[in-house]
Nanobody, 122 residues
Framework: QVQLVESGGGSVQAGGSLRLSCAPS????????MAWFRQAPGKERERVAA????????YYADSVKGRFTVSQDNAQKTVYLQLNSLKPEDTGMYYC???????????????WGQGTKGTVSS
């Protein structure tokens, strides 16, 4: 069964950090694009970071540049999202997703994790 298994998340105060993990099951990272999306309450799902597993090229939303870091560990077959200097507006459900290319829109990603919640209090 092809799926993504996420872990991490939690509740922190503003300025704190979280680390999210995403491990593919039933397929390999290969040259896929692994992306992290965030969905805040009442808002649309947006891509905050992405990485091409083949060459490590990364992409970030302007709102998280300099604070979030996406990385991969090929030995562990895991993709990570390090979230630093968190703000209350970073609160939301974080989803890992896979596609052949680093598209912007959620509909272009065919494999999704179950989501993990991150809450940042002021």
């Amino acid at each position: 069964q092809v799926q993504l298994v996420e872990s991490g998340g939690g509740s922190v105060q503003a300025g704190g950090s979280l680390r999210l993990s995403c491990a593919p099951s039933g397929f390999s990272l290969g040259r896929n694009c692994m992306a992290w999306f965030r969905q805040a309450p009442g808002k649309e799902r947006e891509r905050v970071a992405a990485i091409y597993a083949g060459d490590g090229t990364t992409y970030y939303a302007d709102s998280v540049k300099g604070r979030f870091t996406v990385s991969q560990d090929n030995a562990q077959k895991t993709v990570y999202l390090q979230l630093n200097s968190l703000k209350p507006e970073d609160t939301g459900m974080y989803y890992c997703a896979a596609a052949t290319r680093c598209w912007d829109r959620p509909l272009q990603f065919g494999i999704w994790g179950q989501g993990t919640k991150g809450t940042v209090s002021s």
